[in-house]
């Protein structure tokens, strides 16, 4: 599996292009903002095809380029029905003075969706560019967020993701979005937001994964679910975000 992941010019939220391979078709997943351009470098690169996106929530810093993404090429959104409303209505998602200070941005909020969006579910197994996504609803940051797990290691990277060992040896690839992040988790305190969802997201989903399995998180560094087990201390004691 080929896997290029950069980060947005703003937030720093981690986009990712993902296929069987150079030379075939590929997934993007989280197309943020300002990332236009450097994404259609990367599918150029290694001469990809892209299918489809796949959004691991509604947030705006992960959602803004899906419009003229998948404009330009033609192709499906695919994001969890709770969280869709964020598409049209991205300032939904937000706190006030987020949402204000995003207002800034050129362009403004986007306040429309793709052409053609699909919903996600629980425990659903996508099938696109020749990849099976395995989908785990992992509501707390957002009622919609999800996760999505595709089988192997990563034989190819991009640039900014580069080889190392517990990408290659990994038994999965964890597409963890804001669920889980190198030594922290996501927040839990915008619209839509629990931390007691959160904690049982973190019991039921992400805990019960393999050591192997690499982690490719929506912010910052990759890891492995093995790391974070041992040194997280949200996944060593998840009641604390719910106060238990």
């Known amino acids: 599996m080929l896997v290029a992941g950069f980060p947005d010019t703003v937030f720093g939220t981690n986009c990712y292009v993902v296929a069987p ?10 197309p943020g903002i300002g990332v236009a351009d450097r994404l259609a470098e990367v599918v150029a690169e290694h001469r990809l095809r892209p299918v489809a996106v796949l959004l691991t929530h509604g947030h705006i ?6 419009v003229p993404v998948c404009g ?53 197994a996508v099938r696109l ?11 707390g940051h957002t009622r919609g967020s999800v996760m999505f797990r595709v089988p192997g290691g990563v034989r190819r990277t991009g640039a900014e993701l580069p ?22 988790v996501g927040r839990v305190d915008l619209p839509g937001g629990s931390a007691e969802q959160m904690a049982d997201s973190l019991r039921r989903r992400v805990l019960p994964l393999a050591d192997t399995v690499a982690v490719l998180p929506g912010h910052g560094p990759h890891t492995t679910i093995g790391r974070e087990r041992h040194t997280n201390p949200y996944l060593q004691d998840p009641g604390v975000l719910a106060g238990d």
């Open 72 to 124: 330009a090429n033609g192709i499906t959104a695919y994001i969890h029905p709770a969280d869709r409303k964020m598409l049209a209505d991205p300032a939904s998602g937000l706190s006030p003075q987020l949402a204000a200070a995003l207002h800034q941005l050129p362009g403004g909020l986007v306040s429309t969706e793709p052409d053609d969006v699909a919903d996600l579910s629980d425990g659903a």
């Open 129 to 139: 560019a020749g990849l099976e996504f395995a989908v785990d609803h992992a509501p």
């Open 61 to 66: 810093d992960h959602t803004y380029s899906v």
């Open 163 to 184: 080889e190392r060992p517990e990408l290659v040896e990994a038994s999965e690839v964890c597409f963890a979005g804001d669920v889980v992040f190198a030594g922290s």
């Open 21 to 30: 391979d150079a030379g075939e078709e590929c997934v993007i997943v989280d």
